[in-house]
């Protein structure tokens, strides 16, 4: 009978195999049709809308009812599938070997996204072990995942030899120091990586030193998330002194550090010499009034730096009077968040009567606390007179 239906198989008119394929979705093919036998290849392979599908996602409806590994199985022939989505706990430490040993053969898989799965720090090697060899991936997310620092020897081994990945997320993955430092490391001989996302990986000022040597060195990384850490006032000083010489970061996040007011003296000395930064999130730290002075009263002198991020930073009316102060001087800055900091009648009349002379800012959040309505009436006015920009009040 298995004769009989492959020979049947082989004879059957294209056409006729489309259309019993237009009943078929595309799951029902990769699993059961394609790879019965060459010509059903041929065939299933040049069927328009199997071609049109480059995005497969193991969370959909349709793939939770099929057994998980029988659809990574099948995708060690695809040639139409780029991006392979799988979050939220479909995909363990036995379907994770399956995918790693996918990337090390011949794929056109470029976007993997694993996120929210608690993959083990076994199954998380695998994939690095993997990128050692793979040539097509761009961007890897395995946040929430379990990397230690195990996990880190063996990526950052991968980050030496791969020569494609562009995008690594690796948030809430238990780096700790030591794992940073490894990941670090590997940045300075890495030339391809340009977002990497650590947030929330309890990396302290040690870890930060190590990232920052790294930035001294590696000449591609454009995009870098440290945020939910605890680097401090130690760890936000030696990525500033890194940044008076990196050529290559545009957006920093270092919101939730720990950062008082010395770091952020020291980030703004970085901000008079760096060239290159255009986003800075310093938000929920504790750099306060000075901290808010000295970092605004740096961006008279920077011209690349477009949005700024200082919310919930205990600025009060003294810290909101010394940005209305330098706002007239800046030229480049057009996101300015200032939400969450105490900011009352005297600091919002002086911010109100800046936004007068500054002629860039185009987006401004904030939130008055305790504001009499004429205060808030002239500010609203204000947004009126400036009908080009993007102000908002909450």
Wanted: net charge negative; glycine share 4%.
């Amino acid at each position: 009978m298995a004769n009989s239906t492959s020979s049947s198989l082989l004879k059957l008119p294209v056409e006729l195999v489309y259309r019993i394929l237009e009943n078929l979705d595309y799951l029902t093919i990769l699993c059961s049709v394609h790879n019965v036998c060459t010509r059903l290849n041929m065939i299933t392979d040049a069927y328009p809308a199997y071609k049109t599908i480059d995005t497969l996602d193991l969370s959909a409806d349709r793939a939770v009812n099929i057994q998980l590994t029988r659809i990574i199985d099948a995708l060690q022939h695809n040639t139409t599938v780029t991006t392979l989505v799988g979050r939220d706990h479909r995909v363990g430490d036995e379907e994770a070997a399956r995918i790693a040993s996918i990337l090390q053969q011949k794929t056109v898989l470029t976007t993997l996204d694993l996120r929210n799965n608690g993959i083990s720090v076994e199954g998380t090697k695998q994939i690095a072990d993997a990128l050692q060899h793979n040539e097509t991936l761009t961007t890897l997310d395995l946040c929430w995942s379990q990397i230690g620092v195990d996990g880190a020897r063996r990526f950052a081994d991968a980050l030496r030899h791969n020569k494609t990945l562009t995008t690594l997320h690796l948030r809430d993955t238990g780096l700790g120091d030591e794992g940073a430092a490894l990941i670090a490391d590997a940045l300075k001989h890495n030339t391809t990586l340009i977002t990497l996302n650590l947030r929330y990986n309890r990396i302290g000022a040690v870890g930060a030193t190590g990232i920052a040597d790294a930035l001294k060195h590696n000449t591609t990384l454009t995009t870098l998330d440290l945020s939910v850490n605890a680097i401090d006032d130690e760890g936000a000083t030696q990525i500033a002194d890194a940044l008076k010489t990196n050529k290559t970061l545009t957006t920093l996040d270092l919101r939730s550090n720990e950062i008082d007011v010395d770091g952020a003296s020291r980030m703004a000395d970085a901000l008079q010499e760096n060239t290159t930064l255009r986003m800075l999130d310093l938000s929920v730290n504790v750099i306060g009034v000075e901290g808010a002075t000295k970092i605004i009263n740096a961006l008279k002198d920077n011209k690349t730096l477009t949005t700024l991020i200082l919310a919930n930073n205990h600025i009060g009316n003294e810290g909101a009077t010394e940005i209305a102060n330098a706002l007239p001087h800046n030229k480049t800055l057009t996101t300015l968040d200032l939400t969450n900091n105490r900011i009352r009648n005297d600091g919002a009349r002086c911010i109100t009567d800046a936004l007068q002379h500054n002629t860039t800012l185009t987006k401004l959040n904030l939130n008055f606390e305790n504001v009499t309505d004429d205060i808030r009436n002239q500010f609203e006015e204000r947004l009126r007179q400036n009908q080009q920009r993007e102000m908002a009040v909450c």
